[in-house]
């Protein structure tokens, strides 16, 4: 299964003990994967669902909550070569589940979540539970960070998002395929998120891959700051040798200071070496008195070139 699924059937295994928390989960999944169909009067609802797992949550919600088993079927997605489950909330029921679930009110279907129907904190996160049993999805993180909230109508969306900010978590929205996307990138909110809805193996799984992850990123920094250290050396290094053999090919290492010599010397035996390595080499007393002969050495070479107009 996909982390996503994997997500989603563990919270449809949480518990729900309060019957508002129960009403509020199945009224977010109605909200996000539910259909209202009206046909000579009568009233009838479907659910429809990729997980097994949350057609089962389903199933037992509107077992405890009203009494009575829902049919379900299995169908095929042509066209994603996966399974579909709809399940069908009885006739008899169904306007009662509506009105229950605030998918309709006095005034006729409701697009927008009635917000004062969850308005505890027990009920705002079964809610946000549900939306995401109904239409959310999680990356893997592995790839990167980001959970989201597919929702038909903008009103629903717009809920959510002040559902979500009463949570504490800063969640956008963006228009997608004509749909109302509600998502977190940030990693510390989806694990909050998370958390507040009982995801704890999911947690503990985006945890250890954000332990591997910034080890990774260290250890890359690491070798991009020594790779880029090796670079400048070698890069001196290589200069610092050039301007020797054209000294001594333009005027004569021994027109030198006998100090300047010495560090040339020791340049041209060992062009590799560091400024570290040369200052043991040469048994000098600093690395800035090594540094000044050699930079004193550069400022030489340039200005004999300036002077002969010539190039190494």
């Known amino acids: 299964m996909t982390f996503s699924a994997n997500a989603k059937s563990e919270l449809t295994r949480i518990a729900l003990d309060k019957e508002c928390c129960e009403l509020a989960e199945l009224s977010a999944i109605m909200h996000t994967a539910g259909t209202i169909s009206i046909s000579g009067g009568a009233f009838s609802l479907r659910i429809d669902t990729e997980n097994p797992a949350v057609a089962r949550r389903i199933f037992l919600l509107v077992k405890s909550l009203y009494g009575l088993h829902i049919k379900t079927e299995m169908h095929t997605n042509q066209l994603k070569h996966n399974h579909i489950y709809s399940l069908y909330i009885d006739k008899s029921i169904a306007r009662m589940v509506a009105q229950d679930t605030r998918l309709i009110g006095s005034e006729g279907i409701r697009f927008g979540a009635d917000e004062t129907f969850i308005s505890s904190t027990c009920c705002r996160i ?4 549900g939306a995401f049993l ?3 999805s999680i990356t893997n993180p592995e790839k990167r960070y980001h959970m989201e909230f597919v929702c038909s109508q903008e009103e629903f969306a717009d809920s959510l998002l002040n559902i979500i900010g009463e949570l504490g978590m800063c969640a956008k929205s963006i228009v997608r395929n004509k749909s109302y996307v509600v998502y977190l990138k940030e990693s ?4 909050t998120l998370l958390t507040m809805m009982g995801a704890h193996s999911t947690i503990l799984k985006i945890e250890n891959i954000r332990v591997v992850k910034s080890v990774r ?4 920094r690491k070798v991009n700051c020594e790779t880029g250290n090796l670079s400048k050396t070698v890069n001196a290094s290589v200069r610092q040798s050039e301007n020797i053999v054209y000294i001594k090919e333009h005027l004569g290492l021994e027109k030198l200071d006998e100090s300047l010599v010495r560090v040339a010397q020791a340049r041209l035996e060992n062009p590799q070496a560091s400024l570290g390595e040369l200052v043991d080499i040469l048994d000098a ?3 800035s008195g090594v540094n000044h002969k050699l930079r004193k050495l550069n400022s030489i070479a340039e ?3 300036d002077d ?3 190039k190494v």
């Open 126 to 129: 079964a809610f946000v539970r």
């Open 134 to 136: 109904g239409g959310g």
């Open 188 to 191: 510390d909110a989806i694990v």
């Open 217 to 220: 990123n260290k250890v890359n």
């Open 285 to 287: 007393a600093s690395r």
């Open 303 to 305: 200005q004999l070139k």
């Open 308 to 310: 002969k107009g010539g």
